[in-house]
Nanobody, 124 residues
Framework: QVQLAESGGGSVQSGGSLRLSCVAS????????MAWFRQTPGKEREGVAR????????WYAPSVKGRFTASRDNNKNMLFLQMDSLKPEDTAMYYC?????????????????WGQGTQVTVSS
């Protein structure tokens, strides 16, 4: 059974950095598209970054482009999100997502596997 587990969240001041990690089990990462989403209470889960299996093509949400860098290590079945220049509006629960054999759009319903999330809090 595919499992995803995020780590690396925490509290940081505005302008600071955090690096999130997601380790995947029970699948071959090179066959899966992987992504980061985030969610705040009362709002829909929104896509942050999507990394194709070849690790060469990455999509970013406009709100994070230039500040966040997503990458993956298929040998270790891991996905990363380096978050720099953090802002209070980046505060959210961050989720790792994966799907086999295709890379869908960044709507929550299109992704089949999810982690439990890691909380990121940015104070002003």
């Amino acid at each position: 059974q595919v499992q995803l587990a995020e780590s690396g969240g925490g509290s940081v001041q505005s302008g600071g950095s955090l690096r999130l990690s997601c380790v995947a089990s029970a699948f071959t990462a090179s066959s899966y598209c992987m992504a980061w989403f985030r969610q705040t209470p009362g709002k829909e889960r929104e896509g942050v970054a999507r990394v194709l299996p070849d690790n060469q093509n990455t999509w970013y949400a406009p709100s994070v482009k230039g500040r966040f860098t997503a990458s993956r290590d298929n040998n270790k079945n891991m996905l990363f999100l380096q978050m720099d220049s953090l802002k209070p509006e980046d505060t959210a629960m961050y989720y790792c997502a994966a799907i086999a054999n295709l890379c869908p759009d960044m709507s929550e319903s299109a992704w089949t596997h999810w982690g439990q999330g890691t909380q990121v809090t940015v104070s002003s």
